[in-house]
């Protein structure tokens, strides 16, 4: 690899190698130290061709789904199974992984604009800015670069835009599915919200169990099934289906919630 050689968006391939080390390296302890990351079916990773993979997984706080799923990733590719034990992994990583992220949210402080280096398809919400609800028109240049981003590697999206759970899939995520014909793979989560504050900077308690399952990549009919299909087959394989309510009672999430912003101000 040459010193400056970029990828497709100008950055320079040595330094987001050095910036995936070094993070890898601060953040290690968040899933396997601090916390326990329990992760399920990772084995799946190495299956995977080299670019046009889509992740996609229900969102918990805005920045530590994405670092333990580098973690996860790259533990994986260097043969380790549903462990990330030993940060040898880091030493080569895998350069091409990006993940979505609202542009707003990546350029609010050092860190984000770091982990924007590190991988960061940036793009305009159309529903939400600054806080309030917006309704506008998708910029054909954050599909572009997304597009962009599957032709060079795999890329990890959160499709219901929002930490809060239960949120509706956005259309946009089945739309780029029909677009590209990537290879799909749902991620399901959970703990992250227990263990981290709500950007995933602050660890708000700790010994908590998280948990990562990988599952198999979904099988979708790109030229039949309609958009609305898809949505819902992403709905169910992140496990944010509405029906999934009927198995765990709203008062339940309710008070989940309510728990989890009272730990905010406490840890």
Known sequence: MGLFKKNPFGHILFLKKWLIRIMGAMTHR??????????????????????????VSNHQTYFADVVAMFHVFNASLSGRVDTIKNIGYLWNPKLNIYFVAAKETMKSGLLPKILAYA????IERTWRAKGEEV???V?????????????????ITFPQGTTKP????????AHIIKKNKPIV????IDGFRRSFDKKGIRIKKRGILQSMEIKKPLDIDYENESV????????????????FLKVIPEKEIEKEEELNEERRWRY
């Not at 599909?143 to 795999?154: E, F, H, M, P, R």
């Not at 609305?228 to 029906?243: C, D, G, M, R, T």
């Open 30 to 55: 968040r899933f396997k130290g601090f916390n326990k990351l329990q992760i399920e079916g990772s084995e799946i990773i190495k299956e995977l061709p080299d670019t046009n993979v889509l992740f």
């Open 166 to 173: 239960w949120k509706p899939i956005r259309r946009g995520t």
């Open 119 to 122: 991988g960061s398809v940036s």
């Open 139 to 155: 910029k054909m240049s954050d599909v572009s670069n997304i597009t962009k981003a599957l032709d060079d590697g795999w890329v």
């Open 185 to 188: 793979v749902p991620i399901v």
């Open 228 to 243: 609305q299909e898809i949505v819902e087959k992403l709905e169910y394989a992140i496990e944010q289906h509405p029906s």
């Open 135 to 137: 309704n506008r028109q």
